[in-house]
């Protein structure tokens, strides 16, 4: 059976070219100090492939308010953050409502590679392989009832160890939302591990979303609690800004934030915007799930 | 050093060149750090960030030339403003022309529907319209042929500063703090401009309050001219500088 959930097998980077990718990097970068022209000239890539973006860059341009809100903060601030221990509470409409140990909420699901496009808000991207598991493996285990038609993430809250919880930016702490449909998608994960291995922190450790068709700001971060409701839960850029973030937040280059035209986007290391695909490249596997969806309202 | 102060430090042919290169710094380091591979995961962001940054950062100082003449006397400020105007508009230049030329690679519709349709880029780009009228008549002809009408021309700064203000403010998806450090740096020399100016003039000239290396020459021009402003400001204001002194 054709497993639908991720990138094509031969878009993706063999592990052990990956692993070595760090090494290339490095060299590539070394030659960059030198001479400028080669190195812009492999970056040049217009309509490019899906290569995988370094892991420098990933673990060191994040969005992730809590640590602070430029993209360096959150790999500067966010070496005392403590992943472990951890709990997560699951609460509402669900058979086994408890606080899990993280480690025992997860034990026995098989953790995946998946290696998917991340589409920011602010129209750059980036391509990451993910550890995880999918949080429909999770759901299953969890027994949510007939009522549960949506599920609510909230994240940490610990201002002494995240010191853009000290300061007003956002209402914290930060809660993220998904419909069922899109909760049991078989796209959707909760990773725990990038380039394979453990999250680091100013990923989302130790628990984060990722739903690869929707904007970045979905990925709710560092997750203490999961609920099974009724009615669509709020999401906090939603909150804070509702004409700019809607609840859906599909990738959609057809429909513009107020602030940035959403038909291109840079993916990082690239000097040519490349086109912005619809649900972020993933339309096969999930435009199924919003036919009859006017995604001009539900942005 | 009362050698160095008196005929070097306040020597406009030698701090103009000084000043000259030292706004010339952050370009430097810009182009260092882009060649050297220090501008992180997105440089074109990085750049575009930075001389807007720098832009607004000149044009408060260029704003600064008169409330400081005003609250400390420091007249010889005013050699160096049209320096620092240019300055601003040569970041703000810069900062436009990394986003039209390497950032949306010339894509003009792009471009155009990004002036028209995000109003960050449209109130900046209207600020940057407005900036070009004064770096063309800068120069001293300029000045000379346009008269009072220079100065009600050069007001249009005010416009720009509240237009740098907006466009970056709105740039910003929920932290404002630093656009609202600016906007309140630039509210306070509006402020210090609009007070009456009999009142600053006779501040500066309390004994002790003009620079400490003035010379008593000095200091007796400085005492003429207030009385000068003594005789113009207002019946009242007079009336208060004179009771008092």
């Known amino acids: 059976m054709t497993r639908a959930y991720d990138i094509p097998?031969?878009?993706?980077?063999?592990?052990?070219?990956?692993?070595?990718?760090?090494?290339?990097?490095?060299?590539?970068?070394?030659?960059?100090?030198?001479?400028?022209?080669?190195?812009?000239?492999?970056?040049?890539?217009?309509?490019?492939d899906d290569t995988l973006t370094p892991y420098d860059n990933v673990t060191t341009y994040n969005n992730y308010y809590e640590f602070g809100t430029?993209?360096?903060?959150?790999?500067?601030?966010?070496?005392?953050?403590?992943?472990r221990p951890w709990t997560v509470e699951v609460?509402?409409?669900?058979?086994?409502?408890?606080?899990?140990?993280?480690?025992?909420?997860?034990?026995?699901?098989?953790v995946e590679e998946r290696v998917y496009r991340l589409r920011c808000v602010e129209a750059w991207s980036m391509v990451i392989p993910w550890m995880g598991v999918s949080l429909k493996s999770l759901i299953d285990r969890l027994r949510p009832t007939s009522r549960a038609k949506f599920i609510e993430f909230t994240t940490v809250l610990r201002p002494a160890e995240m010191p853009g919880q000290r300061r007003d930016i956002l209402p914290w702490p930060y809660i993220e939302g998904l419909r069922m449909d899109e909760a049991v998608h078989p796209l959707t994960i909760l990773a725990t591990g990038l380039y394979g291995k453990t999250l680091p922190n100013q990923n989302g450790a130790p628990l984060r979303l990722i739903v690869p068709w929707k904007y970045g700001f979905k990925g709710i971060k560092?997750?203490?609690?999961?609920?099974?409701?009724?009615?669509?839960?709020?999401?906090?850029?939603?909150?804070v800004a509702p004409n700019e973030y809607g609840f859906y937040a599909n990738v959609n280059p057809q429909v513009d934030h107020p602030r940035w035209s959403q038909a291109r986007e840079r993916r990082i290391g690239e000097f040519f915007r490349r086109p912005t695909l619809m649900f972020n490249g993933y339309a096969d596997q999930v435009a199924r799930l919003y036919t009859g969806m006017d995604l001009r309202q539900n942005y | 050093m009362a050698f160095v102060s008196r005929f070097t430090l306040h020597d406009s042919r030698v701090v103009k060149p000084l000043l000259f290169v030292a706004c010339l710094i952050p370009l430097a380091v810009l182009i260092a750090?882009?060649?050297?591979?220090?501008?992180?995961?997105?440089?074109?962001?990085?750049?575009?960030?930075?001389?807007?940054?720098?832009?607004?950062?000149?044009?408060?100082?260029?704003?600064?030339?008169?409330?400081?003449?005003?609250l400390f006397g420091w007249n010889g400020l005013v050699k160096y403003r049209r320096m620092l105007g240019l300055f601003t508009f040569s970041y703000i230049a810069i900062h436009f022309l990394i986003w039209f030329a390497v950032d949306q690679f010339f894509a003009l519709k792009y471009i155009l529907e990004d002036i028209a349709k995000r109003p960050y880029i449209t109130v900046g780009f209207t600020g940057f319209l407005l900036m070009m009228p004064l770096a063309i008549t800068s120069t001293a002809g300029w000045v000379r042929r346009l008269g009072k009408r220079w100065t009600r021309l050069h007001a249009l700064i005010y416009v720009v500063a509240l237009a740098g203000i907006i466009h970056f403010t709105w740039s910003q998806k929920a932290d404002i703090l630093r656009p609202s450090i600016y906007a309140?740096?630039?509210?306070?020399?509006?402020?210090?401009?609009?007070?009456?100016?009999?009142?600053?003039?006779?501040y500066r000239s309390e004994p002790g309050t003009s620079g400490s290396d003035a010379t008593g020459r000095l200091?007796?021009?400085?005492?003429?001219?207030?009385?000068e402003s003594r005789a113009s400001c207002s019946s009242r204001a007079g009336a208060w500088a004179a009771g008092n002194s």
């Open chain 1, 91 to 110: 609460s509402g409409h669900v058979a086994r409502p408890a606080r899990y140990d993280l480690d025992d909420l997860l034990r026995g699901i098989a």
């Open chain 2, 33 to 70: 750090d882009l060649l050297g591979g220090r501008l992180g995961a997105e440089p074109i962001r990085e750049a575009t960030f930075r001389t807007g940054e720098w832009g607004l950062r000149l044009l408060t100082a260029t704003l600064a030339v008169t409330p400081l003449r005003r």
């Open chain 1, 9 to 48: 097998a031969s878009e993706i980077t063999p592990e052990e070219v990956y692993l070595r990718r760090r090494e290339f990097i490095r060299m590539a970068g070394a030659a960059a100090v030198g001479v400028v022209a080669p190195s812009v000239a492999g970056r040049v890539n217009p309509q490019g």
């Open chain 2, 219 to 227: 200091r007796v021009r400085s005492t003429a001219s207030s009385n």
């Open chain 1, 70 to 83: 430029d993209k360096e903060d959150p790999s500067r601030n966010a070496g005392t953050f403590k992943p």
């Open chain 1, 222 to 239: 560092a997750i203490v609690r999961i609920r099974f409701v009724e009615q669509q839960p709020l999401n906090t850029w939603n909150v």
């Open chain 2, 184 to 202: 309140g740096i630039i509210v306070v020399l509006l402020v210090v401009r609009l007070l009456p100016k009999g009142l600053l003039r006779r």
